[in-house]
């Protein structure tokens, strides 16, 4: 996306009869950009230290863009597992906007609307995904992640056009876009409180008849979002449910012959003292707020292996009856600590202290680009024009 921008950027340039002004307004929007994205490229940049494995193969062809699922997106729709981006709603509302417009946009501007609507027949489930499964293609993993490239050129082609290119139009769209954000997480609250408890979904091995659409219902539901108990904590098929390899850190061996084997015992939650497994009857997990707790029945001491993935970009404080102690990654890429004699070990695991401050930048830069595009709104209607924002 950059790129493209580094492109438009270069060809604004050249035309420009104002370059320093242009330069002005590119690097204000830039800021503006990078404040507002500002926690989801910190996330990423501090994620890649961890240098997860391979990227899991799914069908291309369920991953594509539909008209269902862009109406599903504008709809409210609650958190499920597989989630519709509200970015494909938001590609259905420019299209619309580009279909009604479409006549009056200049000649090159109707080609680049014609690329787009082609691009998007591409991403649909009319193009041939199935056949690309086992082509290096398949690495995208879904087509719909094309969607922001897409809207990128769109937005392009809506704020170029001198039918649109005004204050107006840009405060109308930042206020819908504020609804919409309102309104999914409203959505979203509400289908966190109202999730289904763990120990209430079916375990598809208990399913006597998997062809009985009766029993399905509640199997359909059991790799998407519950609330957990200290139950849950304690089966071993809650943990399952997140076995992606491409979640896992990465061994430092390349093609590691033990990684499936230790991926395994962590989803098997096997916990490991002094390189030998303690029987799941020897100790309990349990929660408390943001605490995981292991509590032995004997005392346990040396090197204690848990089965915890552990991040390099995480902030883990781990207690034991002796207090804080340090910890360090196993060779299962889990938490490990050693620790004299002790009957509980409580982990507490944290987001870096840097997404706390790039949440509060973004949150604040988005708030104050919202108040001065109002504001400039607001002063273009006084009858002192040289007030205005140029």
């Known amino acids: 996306m950059v790129g493209i921008l580094a492109i438009y950027?270069?060809?604004?340039?050249?035309?420009?009869?104002?370059?320093?002004?242009?330069?002005?307004?590119?690097v204000i929007a830039a800021v503006i950009s990078m404040l507002l994205s500002l926690s989801t490229l910190i996330s990423i940049l501090?994620?890649?230290?961890?240098?997860?494995?391979?990227?899991?193969?799914f069908n291309l062809a369920d991953g594509t863009l539909t008209l269902e699922s862009m109406i599903h997106s504008l709809t409210n729709p609650t958190i499920f597992g597989i989630a519709t981006p509200p970015i494909y709603g938001v590609l259905l509302l420019t299209d619309i906007l580009l279909i009604l417009n479409v006549k009056k946009f200049s000649a090159p501007a109707k080609v680049v609307t014609g690329l787009i609507f082609a691009t998007e027949f591409m991403i649909s489930p009319y193009f041939p995904w199935k056949l690309l499964n086992d082509t290096p293609i398949a690495m995208i993993q879904f087509p719909g992640r094309l969607v922001?490239?897409?809207?990128?050129?769109?937005?392009?082609?809506?704020?170029?056009?001198?039918?649109?290119?005004?204050l107006g139009f840009l405060v109308a769209i930042i206020v819908g876009s504020f609804m919409l954000t309102m309104s999914y997480?409203?959505?979203n609250f509400v289908a966190k409180r109202d999730f289904p408890n763990f120990k209430d979904i079916k375990n598809i091995d208990n399913i006597d008849n998997p062809h009985d659409m009766k029993e399905f219902e509640p199997l359909a539901k059991y790799d998407e979002s519950t609330k957990i108990g200290n139950d849950t904590l304690s089966k071993p098929e809650f943990y399952r449910l997140h076995s992606y390899h491409e979640y896992i850190p990465q061994t430092a061996k390349k093609n590691d012959?033990?990684?499936?084997?230790?991926?395994?015992?962590?989803?098997?939650?096997?916990?490991?003292?002094?390189h030998q497994k303690l029987a799941s009857n020897s100790f309990k997990v349990t929660h408390k707020n943001d605490q995981l707790i292991y509590t032995f029945i004997k005392p346990q001491t040396g090197a204690i292996n848990l089965p915890v993935w552990y991040y390099q970009n995480m902030r883990y404080t781990i207690t034991t009856d002796h207090g804080s102690i340090t910890t360090s990654e196993s060779y299962r890429h889990t938490l490990q600590v050693k620790t004299k004699q002790t009957k509980q070990i409580t982990v507490n695991i944290h987001n870096p202290k840097i997404m706390t401050y790039a949440n509060f930048l973004a949150i604040t830069g988005w708030l104050i680009s919202l108040l001065l595009l109002i504001g400039n709104w607001v002063l273009s209607k006084l009858p002192t024009k040289k007030l205005v924002l140029k």
């Open 9 to 26: 950027f270069i060809y604004e340039f050249v035309k420009s009869p104002n370059k320093l002004v242009l330069i002005f307004k590119t």
């Open 46 to 57: 501090s994620l890649s230290k961890n240098h997860l494995s391979t990227v899991q193969a």
């Open 148 to 166: 922001p490239f897409i809207l990128i050129i769109a937005t392009m082609v809506l704020f170029t056009s001198k039918h649109l290119n005004n």
């Open 185 to 187: 997480q409203t959505s």
């Open 257 to 274: 012959p033990d990684v499936d084997k230790n991926m395994v015992s962590v989803n098997n939650h096997e916990l490991l003292v002094n």
